[in-house]
RNA sequence: GGCUCCGUAGCUCAACUGGAUAGAGCAGCUGACUUCUAAUCAGCAGGUUGCAGGUUCGAAUCCUGCCGGAGUCGCCA
């Protein structure tokens, strides 16, 4: 499985949380379901962005060494980030690079950015709870010769020709003029045109690599792979699956979940993330101002194909009003039972289950014998926050019982009959295992008291 | 214009892959804390599931066409 792989060309922001969140607790769900998961990471670090990227860190390098007439010039990345990277850049190497060439310094500091890219990367999702088994790089694989050897194995197939494209529908494309250029079959796959290989500079495209990655993984033995998409990036989905149907003669071995798009707002305005300006909400803002659980839970309670308003301000300030507490709440009440003096007293592996015959306890205990058939069926329909509502729903339950307790002392938890009690403590208590398993999924903390 | 996704209570969202009277939260109203934790609970009110057809014993769910919104549309990744 393939999510987040974000560009290595700034922070991650709070949109990336999104498809990162939904990926991983998929990946969970999956993992709980029996199959044997590699989750992953692409790094786009080959292309004309992260040129652009080495180049804008160039700017702020010669500003760090004083140099008042360099300015972030059109199209780089102006985001004040990169003055650190290129204060870092400054430690390790002084001011030598000024006298290189460009073809000298643009590779070093290239992958001198990126790496300090991925690494503030992976401190972010180190704090979501995430944790990658592995990062493939699209460098390598080009450097690797893997795009060459991909490209071949298509064109032994007779899958590659030179070609022309017919001028796209779309009204915008004014400067459009044919070109004959390396082109891949895809239309023999279902995709509505043919797809560029190579660019007129004769470089691979991106999906030229992108092809190489999914026969790696191919190759490394999987035979499902599942990538966790942007919507964005939607218009993308036939060909890819063309590229992966060429090697396996399956449609089906490439399975891919569009996540749509978070509209970042603050206080009821929409956050224009201006590449100019260089300003967007930080992943990593988020997480100091809600935390990681509220913000993953958040993100699974809504289905992926829904778009979604991300409020800023209104996830800061009614923190405490997050259904993430909801849950909590019935998991630390559920401790706190268990925690009272009397339970030492209390032989629960004997318990008597037929002594629980109030109907709310009997409908907690349908909710909570369900739980494996949700599991199961969220897991078939790769629909990680069917977990998060199932667990709303059984915490309702359980908080319904609890106050029936208050109203009607004889439907405590713990009573005078030690027997009674047994049996209602391995309910309270298999409450507790089933928000804990659930939870595991989602990659959200249980906690014992609030 | 083509393709993808969405449209459900005033607002934010569910609905176990086609099942019974479409459910929660927030907002509004009425109640419950000397108690195993009130970050909770009980109740009231709120709906022609965008519109119109079709398939079916049965449709929020599947099909067609409209309306509205989001995304995307030759070598940026």
């Known amino acids: 499985m393939e999510y987040v ?18 990926g991983d607790s998929l990946a969970n769900l999956l993992d709980i379901c029996g199959y044997n998961v590699t989750r992953e990471y692409y790094i786009n670090d080959a292309g004309k962005q992260v040129e652009m990227l080495a180049r804008s860190v160039f700017t702020r390098y010669k500003q760090a060494l004083g140099d008042t007439s360099a300015e972030v010039l059109e199209g780089q990345y102006p985001g004040e980030y990169l003055k650190d990277t290129a204060a870092k850049l400054v430690e390790t190497h002084g001011d030598t690079l000024l ?13 001198f950015a990126i790496d300090d890219m991925m690494q503030s990367i992976k401190s972010d999702l180190e704090r979501l709870n995430i944790h990658m088994d592995r990062f493939s790089s699209e460098h390598q694989l080009v450097t690797d ?14 899958l590659i020709y030179q070609g022309v494209l017919e001028k796209p529908k779309a009204g915008n494309a004014d400067e459009w003029e044919p070109r004959e250029q390396m082109l891949f079959r895809s239309t023999d796959f279902g995709d509505d045109v043919d797809r560029a290989v190579k660019k007129s500079d004769g470089s691979w495209t991106y999906f030229a690599s992108d092809i190489a990655y999914h026969l790696d993984k191919l190759n490394r033995g999987s035979d499902t792979l599942i990538n966790i998409w942007g919507a964005d990036h939607g218009g993308y989905v036939k060909r890819m699956k063309s590229a992966v149907s060429a090697f396996t003669g399956n449609k089906d071995s ?12 603050d206080g009821g305005q929409q956050v224009k ?21 509220i913000l993953r839970f958040i993100m699974l309670t809504r289905r992926a194909d829904q778009t979604m ?65 949700q599991v199961e069926a969220a897991g078939q329909a790769f629909e990680p926050h069917r977990i ?21 002392a004889s439907l405590r938890f713990i009573t005078d009959d030690p027997k009674l009690t047994a049996a209602r403590l391995k309910l309270v208590d298999a409450t507790a295992v089933v928000i804990r398993n659930g939870f595991a999924i989602l990659g959200v903390e249980a906690i014992k008291e609030m």
Do not use: C
Not at 5 to 22: C, V
Not at 99 to 111: C, F, K, N, S, V
């Open 5 to 22: 792989s974000a560009n290595p060309t700034g922070p991650l922001h709070a949109a990336h949380a999104r498809g990162a969140i939904i």
């Open 99 to 111: 006298h290189m060439d460009e073809a000298e310094w643009l590779p070093l500091i290239r992958q």
């Open 145 to 158: 010769g893997a795009v060459d050897a991909a490209m071949n194995t298509l064109t032994d197939k007779g």
């Open 254 to 265: 490439l399975n891919i979940q569009l996540v749509q798009l978070v509209k970042l707002m």
């Open 273 to 293: 993330m201006s590449k100019r300006a260089g300003t967007f909400v930080t992943l990593s803002d988020v997480l100091d101002a809600v935390g990681r659980d």
């Open 309 to 373: 308003d991300f409020d800023y301000a209104e996830v800061t300030t009614q923190s405490r009003e997050n259904p993430v507490f909801y849950v909590q709440y019935a998991h630390a009440r559920a401790s706190s039972v268990l925690r009272q003096d009397e339970v030492a007293q209390i032989n629960m592996a004997d318990a008597d289950l037929g002594l629980l015959t109030d109907s709310n306890e009997m409908a907690l205990i349908r909710q909570l014998a369900s739980f494996p058939r």
């Open 388 to 408: 998060a509502f199932y667990l709303m729903d059984l915490a309702a339950s359980f908080h319904g019982l609890w106050n029936k307790g208050r109203d009607d």
